[in-house]
């Protein structure tokens, strides 16, 4: 029966297509994706014929439905957005839940993800880490979700758009406080950068030069101190100093 492919497709760099996920969106007889223009031009840069339809945060849940009636129709669909991984900060869940629940396979390939690209070059712990996503717009809102954050001891992961980032991490330093950060600019593009520092100097690197605020960004936040949990432990040792004292 027909299948619901999940493609993700380059964040900056085209090369980072994989042969299969070409192949992929050759083959189905629909694309699914954000914006049919944007794409488009992806499809061309690769020559894939395949047509397109619209998918996106104002459709979705009426356009799920008419997708759900192709793959019962007996034809093959790939998802792709604008760029990266569908799904991730991207249309897609209501897709997914609806083709699952007909009864339909969803089969992913992996591709380009743009917080896990920033992660694995950051220099952050990578065995534990938390992916947020985008910070609510409004600095009253996002300073409630980073109070919500502000024990967690794992790497935090944000996305962020240029013109918000000082904001964002003014109000970073304000209750998560100066921990390490690091921000991951433009990646797999010509002018990609990680800026590894402390909330305030980073806030300071940015004020000093314009350019560091531009592109797209990937903002990650090293978790919490973890408390430790040698209290009580302490609590026992230093009894049993103390009554070793008068033995
Ligand atoms: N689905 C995508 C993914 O898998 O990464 C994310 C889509 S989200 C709408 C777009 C955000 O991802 C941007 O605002 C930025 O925070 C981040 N992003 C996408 N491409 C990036 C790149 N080349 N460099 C840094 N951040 C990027």
Known sequence: SAVLYIVPTPIGNLDDMTNRS??????????????TRHSARLLDHYSIKTSLTALHDHNERGKADWLVQQLIEGKNIALISDAGTPLISDPGYHLVNKVRDAGYRVVPLPGACAAITALSASGLPTDDFRFIGFLPAKSSQRKKMLQSLSSET????????PH???????DVLEILSDRRVVLARELTKTFETFLSDTVSELIRCLENDSNQQRGEMVLMVKGAEKQAVTTELGDL??????SLKYL
């Not at 794992?154 to 758009?161: G, Q």
């Open 237 to 242: 040792d230093s009894m049993i100093q103390s």
């Open 154 to 161: 794992t790497t935090l992961i944000f996305y962020e758009s």
């Open 22 to 35: 070409l192949q992929v969106l050759k083959d189905v007889d629909l694309i699914a994706c954000e914006d």
């Open 164 to 170: 918000r980032i000082l904001d964002c991490l003014k």
